[in-house]
Protein backbone atom coordinates (compact mmCIF):
# COMPACT_ATOMS: atom_id res chain seq x y z
CA UNK A 1 0.00 0.00 0.00
CA UNK A 2 1.23 3.68 -0.58
CA UNK A 3 0.51 6.27 0.92
CA UNK A 4 0.48 10.51 0.51
CA UNK A 5 -0.46 12.72 3.19
CA UNK A 6 -0.96 16.07 2.07
CA UNK A 7 -0.61 19.37 4.15
CA UNK A 8 -0.30 22.88 3.58
CA UNK A 9 3.14 22.96 6.33
CA UNK A 10 5.97 20.91 6.41
CA UNK A 11 6.12 21.64 9.68
CA UNK A 12 4.63 21.59 12.71
CA UNK A 13 2.50 25.13 13.15
CA UNK A 14 -0.97 24.14 14.88
CA UNK A 15 -2.78 21.09 16.09
CA UNK A 16 -3.34 19.21 12.35
CA UNK A 17 -0.06 19.51 11.24
CA UNK A 18 0.91 18.02 14.58
CA UNK A 19 -1.10 14.55 13.94
CA UNK A 20 0.00 14.74 10.67
CA UNK A 21 3.82 14.66 10.83
CA UNK A 22 3.86 12.69 13.68
CA UNK A 23 2.13 9.84 12.04
CA UNK A 24 4.59 9.90 9.12
CA UNK A 25 7.57 7.74 10.40
CA UNK A 26 4.65 5.24 12.17
CA UNK A 27 2.91 4.53 9.24
CA UNK A 28 6.12 3.77 7.64
CA UNK A 29 7.36 1.61 9.70
CA UNK A 30 4.38 -0.12 10.03
CA UNK A 31 5.07 -1.17 6.31
CA UNK A 32 3.44 1.47 4.04
CA UNK A 33 5.27 3.51 1.05
CA UNK A 34 4.88 6.79 2.45
CA UNK A 35 5.22 10.24 1.17
CA UNK A 36 4.62 13.39 2.34
CA UNK A 37 3.10 16.38 0.28
CA UNK A 38 3.32 20.22 1.59
CA UNK A 39 3.23 23.24 0.46
CA UNK A 40 4.95 25.66 2.78
CA UNK A 41 8.63 24.20 3.90
CA UNK A 42 10.49 23.97 5.64
CA UNK A 43 10.28 20.42 6.30
CA UNK A 44 10.08 18.99 9.95
CA UNK A 45 13.25 17.26 10.87
CA UNK A 46 11.58 15.25 12.83
CA UNK A 47 10.72 12.93 9.66
CA UNK A 48 12.87 9.88 8.87
CA UNK A 49 14.03 10.49 4.96
CA UNK A 50 15.11 6.69 5.09
CA UNK A 51 11.41 5.76 5.90
CA UNK A 52 9.34 8.64 4.37
CA UNK A 53 9.67 10.94 1.13
CA UNK A 54 9.26 13.89 1.58
CA UNK A 55 7.83 16.67 -1.29
CA UNK A 56 7.72 20.03 -0.53
CA UNK A 57 6.66 23.10 -3.07
CA UNK A 58 8.23 25.91 -1.59
CA UNK A 59 4.92 28.06 -1.37
CA UNK A 60 4.24 30.45 1.03
CA UNK A 61 0.68 30.77 3.01
CA UNK A 62 -1.73 33.51 3.24
CA UNK A 63 0.13 35.29 5.77
CA UNK A 64 3.48 34.77 4.61
CA UNK A 65 2.75 35.96 1.05
CA UNK A 66 4.15 38.93 -0.16
CA UNK A 67 1.96 39.57 -2.97
CA UNK A 68 -1.67 39.91 -1.00
CA UNK A 69 -2.95 39.84 -4.60
CA UNK A 70 -1.28 36.46 -5.33
CA UNK A 71 -2.56 35.11 -1.65
CA UNK A 72 -5.95 36.22 -2.28
CA UNK A 73 -5.87 34.64 -5.64
CA UNK A 74 -4.07 31.08 -4.43
CA UNK A 75 -5.83 31.45 -1.18
CA UNK A 76 -9.08 30.41 -3.15
CA UNK A 77 -7.46 28.17 -5.98
CA UNK A 78 -3.55 27.49 -6.25
CA UNK A 79 -3.42 26.23 -9.56
CA UNK A 80 0.56 25.80 -8.96
CA UNK A 81 -0.25 23.72 -6.38
CA UNK A 82 -2.64 21.75 -8.70
CA UNK A 83 -0.22 21.24 -11.29
CA UNK A 84 2.80 20.33 -9.51
CA UNK A 85 0.83 17.42 -7.03
CA UNK A 86 -0.59 16.60 -10.68
CA UNK A 87 3.26 16.07 -11.56
CA UNK A 88 3.94 14.29 -8.08
CA UNK A 89 0.64 11.86 -8.80
CA UNK A 90 2.49 10.34 -12.28
CA UNK A 91 4.53 8.54 -10.03
CA UNK A 92 1.53 6.85 -8.56
CA UNK A 93 -1.19 4.22 -9.15
CA UNK A 94 -4.71 5.14 -7.80
CA UNK A 95 -4.89 1.16 -7.29
CA UNK A 96 -2.51 0.57 -4.58
CA UNK A 97 -2.41 4.83 -3.23
CA UNK A 98 -4.50 6.45 -0.97
CA UNK A 99 -4.08 10.49 -0.24
CA UNK A 100 -4.79 11.28 2.98
CA UNK A 101 -5.56 15.20 3.16
CA UNK A 102 -5.14 17.26 6.80
CA UNK A 103 -4.80 20.99 6.12
CA UNK A 104 -5.29 22.75 3.28
CA UNK A 105 -6.90 26.42 3.13
CA UNK A 106 -3.43 28.17 4.49
CA UNK A 107 -1.81 27.10 1.01
CA UNK A 108 -2.86 23.82 -1.04
CA UNK A 109 -6.15 24.61 -1.89
CA UNK A 110 -8.74 22.64 -2.83
CA UNK A 111 -7.33 22.38 -6.32
CA UNK A 112 -4.96 19.83 -4.83
CA UNK A 113 -8.03 18.10 -3.91
CA UNK A 114 -9.82 18.05 -7.01
CA UNK A 115 -6.62 16.95 -8.93
CA UNK A 116 -6.13 13.95 -7.26
CA UNK A 117 -9.89 12.96 -7.82
CA UNK A 118 -9.41 13.54 -11.30
CA UNK A 119 -7.32 11.32 -11.49
CA UNK A 120 -8.67 8.80 -9.63
CA UNK A 121 -7.49 8.51 -6.73
CA UNK A 122 -9.45 7.92 -3.31
CA UNK A 123 -9.31 11.03 -0.91
CA UNK A 124 -9.01 10.86 2.84
CA UNK A 125 -9.43 13.80 4.83
CA UNK A 126 -9.22 13.79 8.69
CA UNK A 127 -11.49 17.36 10.20
CA UNK A 128 -8.98 19.08 12.31
CA UNK A 129 -11.80 22.26 12.34
CA UNK A 130 -14.64 23.01 10.38
CA UNK A 131 -13.48 24.58 7.06
CA UNK A 132 -15.01 21.93 5.08
CA UNK A 133 -18.67 23.90 5.80
CA UNK A 134 -17.45 27.16 7.06
CA UNK A 135 -16.38 29.97 5.49
CA UNK A 136 -14.13 31.35 9.03
CA UNK A 137 -13.65 27.58 9.31
CA UNK A 138 -14.89 27.62 13.52
CA UNK A 139 -18.50 28.13 13.04
CA UNK A 140 -17.53 30.58 15.67
CA UNK A 141 -18.67 34.52 15.46
CA UNK A 142 -15.28 36.60 16.24
CA UNK A 143 -17.05 40.03 16.68
CA UNK A 144 -19.78 38.78 18.97
CA UNK A 145 -17.62 35.87 20.72
CA UNK A 146 -19.62 33.32 20.53
CA UNK A 147 -20.41 30.18 18.38
CA UNK A 148 -22.17 31.20 15.47
CA UNK A 149 -25.97 29.19 15.00
CA UNK A 150 -26.30 30.71 11.61
CA UNK A 151 -26.44 27.32 9.09
CA UNK A 152 -23.14 28.00 7.16
CA UNK A 153 -22.70 29.28 3.54
CA UNK A 154 -27.10 30.07 3.97
CA UNK A 155 -27.88 33.78 3.30
CA UNK A 156 -27.84 34.88 6.82
CA UNK A 157 -24.66 33.33 7.16
CA UNK A 158 -23.20 35.35 4.14
CA UNK A 159 -25.06 38.64 5.50
CA UNK A 160 -23.02 38.01 8.92
CA UNK A 161 -19.94 40.31 9.94
CA UNK A 162 -18.48 36.99 12.10
CA UNK A 163 -14.79 37.72 10.38
CA UNK A 164 -12.22 37.86 12.76
CA UNK A 165 -10.32 41.27 10.59
CA UNK A 166 -13.41 42.74 8.48
CA UNK A 167 -16.83 41.86 6.91
CA UNK A 168 -14.82 42.04 3.20
CA UNK A 169 -12.40 39.63 3.89
CA UNK A 170 -15.84 37.65 5.00
CA UNK A 171 -16.72 37.41 1.50
CA UNK A 172 -13.63 36.14 0.16
CA UNK A 173 -14.17 33.33 2.79
CA UNK A 174 -17.51 33.01 1.25
CA UNK A 175 -16.31 32.79 -2.43
CA UNK A 176 -13.52 30.47 -1.14
CA UNK A 177 -16.23 28.36 -0.06
CA UNK A 178 -18.07 28.09 -3.07
CA UNK A 179 -15.52 27.11 -5.23
CA UNK A 180 -14.10 24.58 -2.74
CA UNK A 181 -17.72 23.22 -2.85
CA UNK A 182 -19.11 23.93 -6.10
CA UNK A 183 -15.93 23.94 -8.73
CA UNK A 184 -13.93 21.74 -6.80
CA UNK A 185 -17.18 19.44 -5.44
CA UNK A 186 -14.43 18.84 -2.76
CA UNK A 187 -17.23 17.93 -0.25
CA UNK A 188 -19.19 15.22 -2.69
CA UNK A 189 -14.96 14.31 -3.41
CA UNK A 190 -13.90 13.24 -0.64
CA UNK A 191 -14.26 9.18 0.28
CA UNK A 192 -13.84 9.11 3.84
CA UNK A 193 -13.68 12.17 6.44
CA UNK A 194 -11.86 11.31 9.63
CA UNK A 195 -13.44 13.22 12.30
CA UNK A 196 -11.03 13.64 15.96
CA UNK A 197 -14.90 13.91 18.17
CA UNK A 198 -18.25 12.86 18.13
CA UNK A 199 -18.62 16.70 19.41
CA UNK A 200 -17.20 17.82 16.11
CA UNK A 201 -18.51 15.54 14.22
CA UNK A 202 -22.17 16.23 15.56
CA UNK A 203 -21.80 19.84 14.07
CA UNK A 204 -20.11 18.81 10.79
CA UNK A 205 -22.17 16.09 9.72
CA UNK A 206 -25.81 17.72 9.06
CA UNK A 207 -23.72 20.27 6.50
CA UNK A 208 -22.08 17.78 4.35
CA UNK A 209 -24.13 15.30 1.87
CA UNK A 210 -25.94 12.31 3.11
CA UNK A 211 -23.78 10.24 1.34
CA UNK A 212 -20.86 11.22 3.10
CA UNK A 213 -18.67 8.42 5.20
CA UNK A 214 -17.50 9.21 8.26
CA UNK A 215 -14.86 7.52 10.70
CA UNK A 216 -14.01 8.72 14.10
CA UNK A 217 -10.24 8.85 14.74
CA UNK A 218 -9.01 10.68 17.81
CA UNK A 219 -5.73 12.00 17.61
CA UNK A 220 -2.76 10.76 18.71
CA UNK A 221 -0.88 11.26 22.18
CA UNK A 222 2.85 11.40 22.22
CA UNK A 223 3.08 10.64 26.17
CA UNK A 224 4.86 7.35 27.63
CA UNK A 225 2.93 6.21 30.39
CA UNK A 226 4.61 7.18 33.97
CA UNK A 227 3.30 7.57 37.53
CA UNK A 228 0.69 10.31 37.66
CA UNK A 229 1.08 13.34 39.40
CA UNK A 230 0.21 14.16 42.79
CA UNK A 231 -1.44 17.41 42.23
CA UNK A 232 -2.48 17.95 45.70
CA UNK A 233 0.66 19.55 46.18
CA UNK A 234 1.42 21.40 43.65
CA UNK A 235 -0.58 25.15 44.16
CA UNK A 236 -0.85 26.86 40.44
CA UNK A 237 -3.50 26.52 37.60
CA UNK A 238 -2.49 26.51 34.29
CA UNK A 239 -3.69 27.67 30.74
CA UNK A 240 -1.66 26.41 27.65
CA UNK A 241 -2.64 27.77 24.04
CA UNK A 242 -2.66 31.10 22.19
CA UNK A 243 -3.31 34.16 24.03
CA UNK A 244 -6.03 35.36 21.87
CA UNK A 245 -9.53 36.71 22.46
CA UNK A 246 -11.32 33.20 21.13
CA UNK A 247 -9.33 31.08 23.35
CA UNK A 248 -10.55 32.65 26.48
CA UNK A 249 -7.38 33.33 28.19
CA UNK A 250 -8.77 36.74 29.62
CA UNK A 251 -11.58 35.02 30.85
CA UNK A 252 -9.25 32.81 32.93
CA UNK A 253 -7.56 35.72 34.34
CA UNK A 254 -10.36 37.10 35.76
CA UNK A 255 -11.79 34.08 36.96
CA UNK A 256 -8.04 33.42 39.06
CA UNK A 257 -8.10 36.50 40.53
CA UNK A 258 -11.67 36.19 41.51
CA UNK A 259 -10.72 33.05 43.25
CA UNK A 260 -7.05 33.98 44.62
CA UNK A 261 -5.52 31.25 42.78
CA UNK A 262 -2.06 31.20 41.15
CA UNK A 263 -2.52 31.41 37.22
CA UNK A 264 -0.29 30.79 34.86
CA UNK A 265 0.25 30.93 31.15
CA UNK A 266 2.01 28.85 28.84
CA UNK A 267 1.83 30.51 25.21
CA UNK A 268 1.56 34.21 24.01
CA UNK A 269 0.01 36.23 21.84
CA UNK A 270 -2.48 39.77 21.43
CA UNK A 271 -4.06 39.54 24.90
CA UNK A 272 -1.09 39.40 26.97
CA UNK A 273 -1.28 43.10 28.27
CA UNK A 274 -5.11 42.48 28.82
CA UNK A 275 -4.63 39.58 30.97
CA UNK A 276 -1.41 41.66 32.96
CA UNK A 277 -3.83 44.11 32.82
CA UNK A 278 -6.82 41.96 34.49
CA UNK A 279 -4.56 39.67 36.56
CA UNK A 280 -1.45 41.18 37.91
CA UNK A 281 -0.49 38.34 40.19
CA UNK A 282 -0.45 35.69 36.59
CA UNK A 283 2.80 34.42 35.90
CA UNK A 284 3.82 33.99 31.72
CA UNK A 285 6.10 31.61 30.40
CA UNK A 286 5.59 32.38 26.98
CA UNK A 287 5.87 29.40 23.89
CA UNK A 288 7.62 26.57 25.35
CA UNK A 289 8.80 23.20 23.50
CA UNK A 290 7.58 20.08 24.38
CA UNK A 291 9.51 19.15 27.58
CA UNK A 292 8.33 22.55 28.59
CA UNK A 293 5.00 22.26 27.92
CA UNK A 294 4.62 18.61 29.48
CA UNK A 295 7.01 19.96 32.67
CA UNK A 296 4.15 22.94 32.81
CA UNK A 297 1.01 20.32 33.26
CA UNK A 298 3.22 18.56 35.55
CA UNK A 299 3.50 21.23 38.10
CA UNK A 300 -0.03 22.38 37.84
CA UNK A 301 -2.95 21.39 40.17
CA UNK A 302 -5.05 21.39 37.14
CA UNK A 303 -5.41 22.59 33.85
CA UNK A 304 -8.07 24.91 32.62
CA UNK A 305 -9.04 25.17 28.72
CA UNK A 306 -11.35 28.09 28.60
CA UNK A 307 -11.62 28.13 25.13
CA UNK A 308 -14.96 30.38 23.60
CA UNK A 309 -14.11 27.80 20.41
CA UNK A 310 -16.13 25.29 19.42
CA UNK A 311 -12.52 23.27 19.27
CA UNK A 312 -12.50 19.88 17.25
CA UNK A 313 -10.23 17.67 19.47
CA UNK A 314 -8.37 19.74 22.18
CA UNK A 315 -4.72 17.64 22.64
CA UNK A 316 -4.05 19.82 25.52
CA UNK A 317 -6.58 17.92 27.64
CA UNK A 318 -6.01 14.31 26.89
CA UNK A 319 -2.49 15.19 27.45
CA UNK A 320 -3.07 16.36 30.56
CA UNK A 321 -5.16 12.63 31.77
CA UNK A 322 -2.39 11.09 30.51
CA UNK A 323 -0.03 12.80 32.99
CA UNK A 324 -2.79 12.47 35.74
CA UNK A 325 -3.66 16.07 35.96
CA UNK A 326 -7.33 17.27 35.63
CA UNK A 327 -8.58 19.89 33.60
CA UNK A 328 -11.34 22.21 34.21
CA UNK A 329 -12.98 23.09 30.51
CA UNK A 330 -15.64 24.94 29.03
CA UNK A 331 -18.99 22.78 28.57
CA UNK A 332 -19.83 24.07 25.14
CA UNK A 333 -16.85 22.64 23.12
CA UNK A 334 -14.81 19.76 22.02
CA UNK A 335 -12.91 19.45 25.37
CA UNK A 336 -16.30 17.86 27.13
CA UNK A 337 -15.98 15.02 25.13
CA UNK A 338 -13.02 13.91 27.47
CA UNK A 339 -14.61 14.93 31.02
CA UNK A 340 -16.97 13.23 32.68
CA UNK A 341 -17.84 16.12 35.02
CA UNK A 342 -17.27 15.85 38.37
CA UNK A 343 -15.58 12.50 37.72
CA UNK A 344 -12.10 12.96 35.86
CA UNK A 345 -12.46 16.69 35.60
CA UNK A 346 -14.95 20.02 36.40
CA UNK A 347 -17.34 21.76 33.26
CA UNK A 348 -18.21 25.41 33.81
CA UNK A 349 -20.68 27.61 31.98
CA UNK A 350 -19.09 28.71 29.10
CA UNK A 351 -18.54 32.51 29.08
CA UNK A 352 -18.93 32.72 32.86
CA UNK A 353 -15.96 34.01 34.85
CA UNK A 354 -18.26 33.59 38.34
CA UNK A 355 -18.70 29.80 37.88
CA UNK A 356 -15.27 28.71 36.29
CA UNK A 357 -13.74 31.27 39.78
CA UNK A 358 -16.11 28.87 42.13
CA UNK A 359 -14.63 25.60 40.15
CA UNK A 360 -10.75 26.90 40.42
CA UNK A 361 -11.52 27.86 43.98
CA UNK A 362 -13.30 24.70 44.68
CA UNK A 363 -9.77 22.73 43.44
CA UNK A 364 -7.59 25.37 45.26
CA UNK A 365 -9.03 24.20 48.99
CA UNK A 366 -9.66 20.67 48.24
CA UNK A 367 -6.61 19.15 47.24
CA UNK A 368 -7.90 15.72 47.96
CA UNK A 369 -10.60 16.67 45.22
CA UNK A 370 -8.13 17.54 42.33
CA UNK A 371 -6.35 13.98 43.73
CA UNK A 372 -9.75 12.18 43.15
CA UNK A 373 -10.20 13.49 39.88
CA UNK A 374 -6.57 13.41 38.63
CA UNK A 375 -6.36 9.40 39.70
CA UNK A 376 -9.77 9.04 37.70
CA UNK A 377 -8.64 11.03 34.75
CA UNK A 378 -5.26 9.17 34.17
CA UNK A 379 -7.24 5.45 34.95
CA UNK A 380 -9.47 6.40 32.00
CA UNK A 381 -7.48 7.76 29.90
CA UNK A 382 -5.07 4.68 30.13
CA UNK A 383 -7.77 2.31 29.94
CA UNK A 384 -7.99 3.42 26.45
CA UNK A 385 -4.99 5.31 25.54
CA UNK A 386 -4.77 7.37 22.56
CA UNK A 387 -1.12 6.22 21.79
CA UNK A 388 0.19 6.69 18.62
CA UNK A 389 0.55 3.03 18.00
CA UNK A 390 -3.42 2.70 18.12
CA UNK A 391 -3.86 5.89 16.12
CA UNK A 392 -1.81 4.29 13.34
CA UNK A 393 -3.72 1.21 13.33
CA UNK A 394 -6.80 2.59 12.88
CA UNK A 395 -5.84 5.04 9.93
CA UNK A 396 -4.27 1.69 8.59
CA UNK A 397 -7.70 -0.40 8.49
CA UNK A 398 -9.68 2.70 7.00
CA UNK A 399 -6.52 2.79 4.12
CA UNK A 400 -7.40 -1.30 3.57
CA UNK A 401 -11.25 -0.83 3.52
CA UNK A 402 -11.30 2.03 0.89
CA UNK A 403 -8.54 0.04 -1.49
CA UNK A 404 -10.27 -3.46 -0.98
CA UNK A 405 -14.36 -2.87 -0.38
CA UNK A 406 -16.00 -5.74 0.88
CA UNK A 407 -18.17 -6.76 -2.32
Known sequence: MRLIVLNDHGFVNGGGAQVAIASLNALAEAGLDVTFVSSVGPVDGSINRNLVKTVNFGQYDLRGNPSKVQAAV?????????????????????????IHLHTWVSSLSSSAVSIAVKKGFKVVCTLHD?????????LYNFNDARNCELRPMSLACIASHCDSRSY????????????QTKLANFQVDIELFITVSRYSENLIRPFLPRTSKFENIGNPIAIAKESPVDVGNNSTFTFIGRLSPEKGAVLFAEAARMAKVNSVFVGSGDEEERIRAMNSTSTFMGWQDR???????????????????HEAQPLIVMEAAALGVPVVASDECAARDAIIDGET????????PDDLSKK?????????????????????YWNAPSTLEVHVGKLINCYEKILSPVV
Not at 82 to 91: I, N, P, Q
Not at 168 to 179: A, G, T, Y
Not at 291 to 309: E, N, Q, Y
Not at 364 to 380: F, I, T
Open 74 to 98: RGIWNSESSFRFGKVLEEFDPKDTI
Open 130 to 138: YSSICPNGG
Open 168 to 179: PHKLWRVVRQVV
Open 291 to 309: KGVIKAIRASRAVVFPSLL
Open 345 to 352: GLLFRARD
Open 360 to 380: LELLNRDPDLARRLAANAYEH
